[in-house]
């Protein structure tokens, strides 16, 4: 639950954070009342999403490389090396594409300056958001005032270090070829594993079942490589946390198509796809990845706030099953 404890205070710089924690704007979900100026960041970012959507992309799955040293998949990084979390986490992956960035780490103005660089002429920005409060004081119904935190969004701007000069070298460090793994993943299938969600083989469906809560998969053996396999069966566990004995998700799906449907496989694909970048894997781009889009368009379209709401749901889904790890061995 989005708690005032865990959200940036007024006037405290947001880059300054050493990380976003789980109370942030889009890892939590706040539903801000937020003044009318303010609701344009979610109508852009909406907007933005639905044109690549309608494009046939999927802003979460981003063309991974092997350019920095940084990862070949990871999520964004700030400048001290922490990921982005959340809705942040697809702004910037979306910016990465659409402006060809290689490197996976964003800074602010200042941040650069701090650095000893400075942000190359003409270079555009990338607005990433956060929450913010301020104290409203209401009359309630018996006739006394009381006062009510009211959150609402607030944007920055951030560079990636590619659009950024004179940086400390390890920041634009390149990666000694790898080659890419040709069997199982040993730390995808602990992950996995250690979720002790009950994983069936068998058939050509990869499904959750909520009715017996297990989740199917067809065999190792006939998927295209190890890392297909392993993005199926991430994307397959973002849907078994949605069990009521867990982070208890509904959204009152019915039928295929239908909007609780359609909100629910996003929650999936994004899930699976932090989760990707977690563990240094590329993210499968499912079969029926064409019907999907329609509904989301849908979805997006209707609600501006969906997405935000999606790329919350699924953080907490990531961060479900990552508390399902064992601890580090030197922890």
């Known amino acids: 639950m989005l708690t005032p404890d865990s959200l940036p205070t007024h006037g405290q710089e947001p880059d300054r954070q050493p990380n976003e924690r789980p109370g942030d704007p889009f890892d939590g979900l706040a539903r801000p009342n937020v003044p009318t100026?303010?609701?344009?960041?979610?109508?852009?970012?909406?907007?933005?999403i639905i044109?690549?959507?309608e494009?046939?992309?999927?802003?979460?799955?981003?063309?991974?490389?092997?350019?920095?040293?940084a990862g070949r998949i990871t999520r964004p990084l700030r400048a001290n090396g922490q990921p982005y979390r959340g809705m942040n986490v697809l702004l910037l992956w979306s910016s990465s594409v659409g402006q060809g960035f290689a490197a996976p780490i964003w800074m602010t103005f200042n941040q650069a300056k701090e650095l000893g660089g400075h942000v190359k002429a003409g270079s555009k920005g990338t607005?990433?958001?956060?929450a913010d409060k301020f104290t409203k004081t209401e009359t309630t119904d018996e006739g006394t005032e009381e006062e009510r935190e009211v959150?609402?969004?607030?944007?920055?701007?951030?560079?990636?270090?590619?659009?950024?000069?004179?940086?400390?070298?390890?920041?634009?460090a390149l990666a000694a070829p790898q080659l890419d793994p040709v069997k199982r993943i040993e730390h995808a299938e602990a992950f996995c594993r250690n979720t002790a969600a009950d994983i069936r083989h068998g058939g050509n469906s990869a499904h959750y079942s909520p009715g017996t809560d297990h989740i199917q998969?067809?065999?190792?053996?006939?998927?295209?490589d190890a890392e297909s396999y392993y993005a199926t069966e991430l994307h397959e566990l973002c849907h078994w946390t949605k069990?009521?004995?867990?982070?208890?998700?509904?959204?009152?799906?019915?039928?295929?198509?239908?909007?609780?449907?359609?909100?629910e496989e996003l929650v999936a694909e994004i899930g699976s796809a932090f989760l990707c970048a977690d563990l240094g894997l590329t993210p499968e781009v499912r079969e029926d990845h064409a019907a999907y889009l329609e509904h989301w368009l849908s979805v997006?379209?209707?609600d501006k706030r969906a997405i935000f709401a999606a790329a919350a749901l699924a953080q907490r889904a990531a961060d479900y099953l990552h508390g399902l790890q064992p601890p580090p061995a030197n922890a």
């Open 127 to 130: 607005p990433v958001v956060y």
């Open 37 to 48: 100026p303010r609701q344009d960041v979610y109508t852009r970012v909406t907007s933005q």
């Open 55 to 69: 494009k046939g992309v999927r802003p979460w799955v981003k063309p991974w490389n092997a350019e920095h040293a």
């Open 151 to 172: 959150f609402f969004l607030k944007q920055y701007t951030v560079f990636n270090v590619e659009q950024v000069a004179g940086l400390p070298a390890h920041f634009y």
């Open 243 to 263: 069990h009521e004995s867990r982070l208890n998700r509904d959204f009152g799906r019915k039928r295929f198509g239908d909007s609780g449907y359609a909100r």
């Open 51 to 53: 044109e690549e959507l």
């Open 300 to 302: 997006l379209k209707e």
């Open 217 to 224: 998969m067809p065999p190792f053996e006939s998927f295209r």
